[in-house]
């Protein structure tokens, strides 16, 4: 297989995509001189869109109309749930938050314990010390 015979590079493709896309918007060129244009025209309309107070009362009513609406299908979802007797969404977050404390709550009392038995540990190896070492038991024969 010879050179001519292989597909061009991935990379090589890439790297030949973004040379001609810089060349199209080079301030130099003329398709880089009307991309400048229409970028800069775009922008001053845009700026001048979203400053404008219709846009923004018209924007902010579309944003409270979809967080209504959201608000309100929730509702709808865990009221069909609840009369399903299924745990809603709201209901398992609840669960989860307080699974989270007490298995909190349980690793903080096993540290608590695990230090306990250190200490139950240390002390029953100071008091066999401070025994004194006579204290095999003495068998009692019968005989």
């Known amino acids: 297989m010879s050179d001519s015979d292989r597909p061009p590079h991935p990379k090589g493709l890439l790297v030949r995509g973004l040379k001609a896309l810089g060349h199209l ?4 060129t003329r398709s880089g001189r009307l991309f400048t244009r229409a970028e800069q025209g775009l922008t001053r309309a845009l700026a001048r869109v979203t400053e404008s107070p219709t ?13 209504n609406a959201r608000i309100r ?8 749930l609840r009369s ?9 977050e609840l669960l989860q938050d307080q699974l989270r404390r007490v298995n909190d709550q349980v690793e903080a009392l096993g540290s608590q314990l695990e230090v306990v038995v250190d200490l139950l540990h240390k002390q029953e190896a100071a008091e066999h010390a401070s025994a004194p070492a006579d204290t095999t038991p003495k068998s009692s024969d019968p005989t």
């Open 25 to 28: 918007t080079h301030p130099d």
């Open 84 to 92: 399903l007797r299924l745990p809603t969404a709201s209901e398992v």
């Open 55 to 67: 846009y923004l009362r018209a924007s902010g009513t579309l944003m409270r109309q979809g967080f």
């Open 73 to 80: 299908r929730n509702s709808f979802v865990e009221g069909a």
